[in-house]
């Protein structure tokens, strides 16, 4: 079956040539997609996944990354755009997961964070309620260390937003900053490599504190106690600010790495620096995250990586910084594909929630992702753009004028029917796509918490550590 697979010719990316979308094409890409639905159903992958990764696209909910992939086929390849894939939408197995919370319908990023990571749903805004499901290895994210979806991995909070002491206030008596925890409190000081933004709460680096710069007020620098601390076990321990030093850690001398970029997120991907003094893409991150942690070939690991400004992209109604966000992820994605024995890893790729943009009208195939729709409305006889937002910054008709602006350049916010200072999440299922040992058990509609479950199950670790024996049938 699968060197019949083989044999079928596969029109995909590069050959899709105008001519070829007759009868044949769809007969034969319909045959190869059931030689390789055939292959997948007789070649579960039961073995125990030595390695998690979980990829995590902040607010990459499925018409976001619907229009990211035409986006990428069109600037890309110069295709008409609609027949591409993204990385992982070629995994084997994809399902679709309830993003709802406790309290709420439409969620927040701690919440559902908590609920991926530690098994359980949880109220908006609150973070890792339990949080006994790993050993946090590592994790790689293009936000603070200290937002919300890294810290859902170690910290226990009633609110996401105290990242810093200083945000505590009169109200977190009795409560631990969030970027303390990460420091000094288990599972946080147990983690081998954290790589991504956030000085600021770390007192790495000061600032003035306002609304924005969550600072510390206890005058503590974080990074320095880590280090020390590390370095007082005998751990060969590095600090990492920019590219070049990234690059050039020895990572089979380093036992435990940190690297603060930037004071407080990272910087948008269409903004970043690429130099060396410059900040590393989530790719380079990835990569040496990964270096680190195979070091071992006894001991498993698990690593998260956060496509974690994808989210903020859509909150200010721009799409095309997000999709650029979405291609640094799936470079991500590649890259520790590449590195990865698949056999004895699970990677999932996922969402948290999604976001209120939709993708309308009745352009022509091929027309830009970002363009306008070739018929106006036949009440105003106003021209409109192919992506839109029910709410967000683009409410103006009279202002934000499709016929006056270009809406295919950066900075362009797409037309919203509410005003909202801060576009909202949305409500909607996401899929979760996998592929490695056990990556069958999704396989359905999901509750989001059930990837704990499914992660903890298939590397027999958490409550499953004894708990985790495979169907008498699946042995092969
Ligand atoms: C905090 O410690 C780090 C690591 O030793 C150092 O690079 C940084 O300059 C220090 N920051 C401040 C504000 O002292
Ligand atoms: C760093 O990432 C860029 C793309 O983001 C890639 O071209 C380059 O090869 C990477 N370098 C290393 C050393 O991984
Ligand atoms: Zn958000």
């Not at 050039?248 to 940190?258: E, Q, R, Y």
């Not at 270009?406 to 299922?429: F, R």
Request: proline share 4%; glycine share 8%.
């Amino acid at each position: 079956m699968i060197l019949l697979a083989m044999a079928v010719p596969v029109y995909f990316g590069r050959h899709c040539d105008r001519y070829v979308w007759g009868p044949d094409y769809w007969n034969h890409l319909g045959w190869s997609d059931l030689q390789d639905a055939l292959a997948t159903a007789t070649s579960h992958n039961w073995n125990i996944a030595k390695n998690v990764v979980l990829f995590l696209g902040d607010g990459m909910g499925i018409v976001v990354s619907t229009a990211a992939r035409v986006y990428k086929e069109q600037k890309r390849q110069g295709n008409s755009g609609e027949e591409g894939y993204l990385a992982w939408e070629r995994f084997p197995h994809t399902s679709l997961m309830k993003t709802y919370t406790l309290d709420q319908q439409i969620p927040d990023s701690a919440a559902t964070a908590t609920a991926f990571f530690s098994g359980i749903k949880a109220n908006q805004y609150t973070l890792g309620v339990d949080n006994t499901v790993f050993r946090n290895d590592c994790f790689v994210t293009t936000t603070r260390l200290t937002h919300a979806t890294p810290a859902a991995l170690y910290a226990h909070s009633p609110n996401r937003d105290w990242e810093c002491d200083a945000k505590l206030g009169r109200f977190g008596h009795g409560c631990r900053d969030i970027a303390k925890q990460l420091v000094e409190d288990a599972p946080g000081r147990d983690v081998k490599v954290m790589l991504g933004g956030g000085k600021f709460p770390f007192g790495a680096s000061t600032g003035i504190a306002d609304k924005k710069n969550c600072l510390r007020v206890d005058n503590r620098n974080l990074t320095h106690e880590w280090l020390i601390q590390k370095r007082a076990h005998g751990h060969k321990t590095e600090y990492v600010q920019n590219t070049q030093q990234l690059l050039t850690v020895d990572t089979s001398k380093t036992d435990h790495l940190i690297g603060l970029f930037s004071d407080s997120h990272m910087d948008y991907e269409i903004d970043r620096n690429r130099g060396p003094s410059g900040q590393p893409s989530l790719a380079n991150m990835t990569s040496v995250a990964i270096k680190m942690l195979s070091k071992s070939r006894k001991k498993g690991f698990f690593l998260m990586v956060e496509g974690g400004r994808i989210d903020h992209a859509m909150h200010i109604t721009e799409p095309l910084r997000a999709f650029e966000e979405i291609l640094a992820f799936e470079d991500a994605i590649t890259t520790a594909l590449s590195m990865l024995d698949l056999s004895e890893t699970l990677v999932i790729v996922t969402a948290d929630h999604s976001h209120v943009m939709t993708i309308n009208g009745y352009v022509k195939r091929g027309n830009d992702i970002l363009g306008v729709s070739d018929k106006p409305s036949e009440i105003d006889n106003m021209p409109f753009t192919t992506l839109m937002f029910t709410n967000g910054l683009g409410y103006d008709y009279y202002w934000n004028d499709v016929r006056e602006k270009s809406t295919t350049k950066h900075g362009y916010k797409p037309l919203s029917a509410v005003p909202m200072l801060y576009e909202t999440h949305s409500g909607e299922d996401v899929a979760a796509y996998a592929i490695g040992p056990m990556s069958h058990l999704f396989h359905r509609m999901h509750e989001q918490s059930y990837i704990a479950h499914v992660m903890g199950f298939a590397a027999c670790v958490g409550p499953y550590k004894k708990n985790c024996a495979r169907p008498e049938h699946s042995i092969p």
